[in-house]
């Protein structure tokens, strides 16, 4: 089955700064990629998705590429503000096939005022 | 805008006794999903349902887990005898099929003693 792998586990960065999260999956008919946050006591939410189609989508602060050949996608957030420190999943799905979802381990961000 | 319900939020059981959780996903949402979340690690499937029937259980410890979605539309998940190790963060989550988004409920939280 499909494997996902989320890096860094953790990232702290200074308010007004980027971070970068990134992601590889395993098989290459995965082609739905979305990015959840999840703040504490709470269940994940969709923050951005992107389709096998694009290589990159953007939304405000938030921003996601796709390389398909190299089999990976990075979650971009700039002007990172305290409310943005949350869990960060990444996760792969093959349309179709039951849109099963494969999740990374998650990154912990912390923004620093 | 409208949301995946599950309850209870919290519960606490003794080792050997019985527990379940209930969710409501949201309205038209044909696919259901369990997925169980360890502290630190990303949600992981147990159970998926396309309207009434299962489409994926091979997660599922059916020792003692299971799970039902008799109408169609809310779902049960039983655990019984609950075990030490089956503390975690049980969540729900609908989709409609295709390129479609999981939406998650706020999971329930289980502790075991």
């Known amino acids: 089955g499909e494997n996902v792998e989320q890096h860094p586990s953790t990232l702290s960065v200074q308010e007004g700064d980027s971070a970068v999260i990134k992601c590889t999956y395993s098989?290459?008919?995965?082609?739905?990629f979305p990015w959840y946050k999840q703040e504490l006591g709470k269940g994940p939410q969709l923050i951005i998705d992107?389709?096998?189609?694009?290589g990159e989508k953007k939304d405000q602060r938030i921003a996601v590429t796709l390389n398909k050949t190299a089999k990976h996608f990075s979650l971009h957030i700039t002007e990172t503000q305290p409310e943005d420190s949350a869990v960060y999943f990444c996760?792969?799905?093959?349309?179709?096939?039951?849109?099963?979802?494969?999740f990374g381990t998650g990154t912990s961000l912390t923004v620093i005022p | 805008e409208a949301e995946v319900a599950q309850s209870p939020r919290y519960k606490i059981t003794e080792k050997s006794q019985a527990v379940a959780f209930w969710c409501d996903p949201i309205?038209?949402?044909?696919?259901l999903y369990w997925y169980r979340q360890i502290l630190g690690q990303g949600p992981e499937l147990l159970v998926q349902?396309?309207?009434?029937?299962?489409?994926?259980d091979s997660q599922l410890p059916k020792d003692r887990f299971s799970a039902e979605r008799l109408k169609g539309v809310d779902s049960t998940l039983k655990i019984q005898p609950a075990e030490l190790g089956d503390s975690a963060m049980y969540l729900c989550?609908?989709?409609?099929?295709?390129?479609?988004?999981?939406?998650f409920g706020n999971g329930t939280r289980l502790t075991v003693t």
């Open positions: 989550a609908s989709s409609i099929p295709g390129d479609s988004p999981l939406h």
């Open positions: 098989d290459s008919a995965s082609n739905y």
């Open positions: 992107i389709r096998s189609n694009v």
């Open positions: 996760a792969a799905s093959i349309s179709g096939v039951g849109n099963q979802f494969y």
């Open positions: 309205s038209g949402h044909a696919t």
């Open positions: 349902f396309q309207d009434e029937s299962v489409v994926d």
